[in-house]
């Protein structure tokens, strides 16, 4: 059966930096290849893309991950039950999501405890979890509970009632939930696996973290107190990352379901999704120590395949650590090998037909210009959309 998939690789340098840092604070590696490589997580450059979506998509069309999700909720009740105090709303919004989850919304012991020395109100109920809901579900959710809100313990039991807050949960999901998936851990039923897995880029060169001394001075030191006000080290490495993504974009379909308006295709939700994920996950950088570093680079090279059998990450290329020639660099190198690489690949195990485009920056990448059709960013994400949408069809 044919398949419908979306690999992204992404060939990109940073300077001196910390992107995403340990338990003890130094950037993240790991071993590849029998040496030491740096590392970016997967969730760092995931939630690097998410939040690029607050700039590429409408809020209607995107979720709230949060253990306070009975306050988001409460605060949607509000305009329809503007007359209930904040201690009802909450109340009532607790009950619902309780009921549409299977979660447990209460107030957490030791805020309970804390407030209760501190003479202040009782907090607000929470998950025990991040809760992961989509704008229109928990504004499903809000009329719901508006409706049931004279006795919402008895309306929800109610098994008509009960049955609708479970569907609400579990239909019409975000942009993000269905791109990244949600983990409901006390009910699993309304999980929902992710269409997009993301690779931890690593550097494709060896590399050593380094460490730098710092101080700050007391502006208001006189000259006989020289010394400085405090003393610290941040840990540091920089690379060229290989980083990879792949969409499983019939996944993705059926976790978006049908087009949110009759006057729009099944695919286009899809597309919408797909072009979101493709630039964020581009174009975003995670912002771990960014103030100290202001590491803020692009990627120099980006080749984005549409496949219809299984993603395949291009990692293996760089198995053995690229090494800098005698003027320095990597980029070149990585370049050169992905060029090698691919195509032997595809003529192994076939795919060398299937579509591609190449984005990329400067002389050292030109070893990429024959692996697809070269293009800008912008033209990169209009053509995977249409082509996406194409192969969907108009009835998806």
């Known amino acids: 059966m044919s398949r419908t998939i979306i690999d992204v690789h992404v060939l990109q340098t940073v300077p001196p930096s910390n992107l995403n840092r340990d338990d003890t604070g130094s950037p993240k590696t790991a071993v590849y290849g029998g040496v030491r490589r740096a590392r970016v997580s997967s969730q760092a450059w995931k939630r690097a893309t998410r939040r690029s979506f607050d700039d590429l998509l409408d809020p209607a069309e995107l979720g709230v991950r949060t253990k306070r999700v009975a306050e988001l909720l409460a605060d949607r009740i509000k305009p329809a039950l503007p007359d209930l105090s904040d201690a009802e709303r909450l109340a009532l919004a607790a009950e619902t999501v309780q009921v549409a989850t299977g979660s447990k919304i209460e107030v957490p012991k030791r805020k309970a405890e804390s407030a209760k020395k501190k003479g202040e109100e009782e907090p607000a109920p929470e998950s025990s979890y991040l809760m992961f809901l989509s704008s229109r579900q928990l504004d499903a959710l809000a009329a719901l509970a508006a409706e049931g809100a004279d006795d919402i313990k008895k309306f929800l039991k109610d098994k008509g009632n009960k049955a609708r807050a479970k569907q609400i949960a579990d ?45 700050a001075v007391d502006d208001r030191n006189t000259d006989a107190e020289p010394g400085a006000g405090m003393i610290g080290t941040v840990d540091f490495n920089s690379a060229t990352l290989y980083r990879y993504a792949a969409v499983d974009v019939d996944l993705l379909r059926r976790n978006l379901g049908k087009g949110l308006r009759e006057d729009e295709s099944a695919a286009e939700p899809v597309r919408r999704a797909v072009q979101a994920f493709l630039h964020g996950f581009v174009a975003s950088l995670p912002t771990g120590k960014i103030n100290t570093f202001g590491n803020h680079t692009l990627p120099d090279a980006v080749i984005v395949k549409l496949r219809t059998t299984r993603p395949v990450s291009f990692v293996a290329a760089f198995e053995e650590p690229v090494t800098a020639d005698l003027t320095g660099g990597h980029l070149k190198a990585a370049c050169e090998k992905l060029a090698e690489y691919i195509p032997d690949l595809e003529r192994a195990y076939g795919g060398d037909g299937d579509p591609a485009w190449v984005l990329r920056i400067g002389p050292a990448t030109a070893k990429l210009a024959g692996l697809g059709t070269e293009t800008t960013l912008t033209e990169l994400v209009d053509a995977v959309g249409a082509a996406v949408a194409e192969r969907l069809g108009p009835d998806a």
């Open 171 to 215: 239909t019409r999901h975000s942009v993000d939930i269905a791109l990244f998936g949600r983990m409901v851990a006390d009910s699993t039923d309304i999980n929902v696996d992710a269409a997009t897995q993301v690779a931890h880029a690593i550097s494709v060169h060896a590399v050593e973290n380094e460490s730098d001394y710092y101080t």
